[in-house]
């Protein structure tokens, strides 16, 4: 039982470039999010997925574009980087069970955008 | 705006005393709140919750206070371990069922001095 898992773990990208990050979960849970963490900002929300087929904006979703391929993956994709993504980014997921009020996160991936 | 704030940056506190951490929330509508932890290179892990309808939750170690008329939720860790060492992030939830979000604090490093 992996929980979350996010490749790659390292990606350094010239402006304009443009990739795609995964996350995948085996706890079989309904919703998915992505968040960025910046230096004296906290954890914001890029976008999040509910459920299977639906995704939703978050507090910073511009410059991004998500995929919720399956229940189990939810993928982040910037089409053109920009130095302003450089950024920590994790996946996290929950269950739908209201009684279980936390979210389980991914490792992370450290993103530089030259 | 912010709201969810965590106005300490950083907390160094001898090992075997009391840590205190402080969060301050603005909107009276959040129904529950989180604590969670992160060491360097890692992602968030939780640590402990309470719903907003209690003013109290103890696990072990770990107590969290709510008071509700002041906006204002503090996390007691005693007596304070090297291994507490980390940035701990409190949490508040949206209550949309079945489209819950979390907004963050920006985070309190604490340091725990053998």
């Known amino acids: 039982n992996a929980g979350v898992t996010q490749t790659p773990k390292f990606q350094v990208l010239k402006t304009g470039q443009s990739m795609t990050l995964q996350c995948a979960q085996d706890m079989n849970h309904n919703s998915m999010y992505w968040y960025r963490q910046d230096p004296g900002m906290g954890l914001r929300l890029i976008y999040y997925s509910a459920s299977e087929g639906t995704t939703d904006k978050g507090e910073v979703p511009n410059g991004y574009n998500v995929s919720r391929l399956n229940k189990r993956e939810f993928s982040l994709r910037l089409e053109s980087a920009a130095p302003s993504q450089t950024s920590v980014y994790f996946c996290a997921s929950k269950t739908r069970d209201r009684l279980q009020n936390e979210q389980f996160f991914g490792p992370g991936t450290r993103l530089t955008v030259l | 705006d912010q709201q969810v704030k965590q106005n300490s940056p950083s907390l160094s506190v001898q090992e075997g005393r009391i840590s205190i951490l402080n969060c301050d929330y603005t909107n009276s509508m959040f129904d529950y709140f989180l604590w969670y932890k992160k060491y360097p290179a890692e992602g968030p892990t939780f640590l402990i919750s309470i719903s907003s309808i209690k003013d109290k939750n103890e696990d072990g170690r770990f107590t969290v206070f709510l008071n509700k008329s002041a906006k204002h939720l503090s996390l007691h860790i005693v007596p304070s371990q090297p291994g507490d060492s980390a940035v701990y992030f409190c949490?508040?939830?949206?209550?949309?069922?079945?489209?819950?979000?979390?907004?963050f604090g920006t985070g309190t490093r604490l340091t725990i001095i053998p």
């Open positions: 949490a508040a939830r949206w209550p949309n069922f079945g489209n819950e979000k979390l907004t």
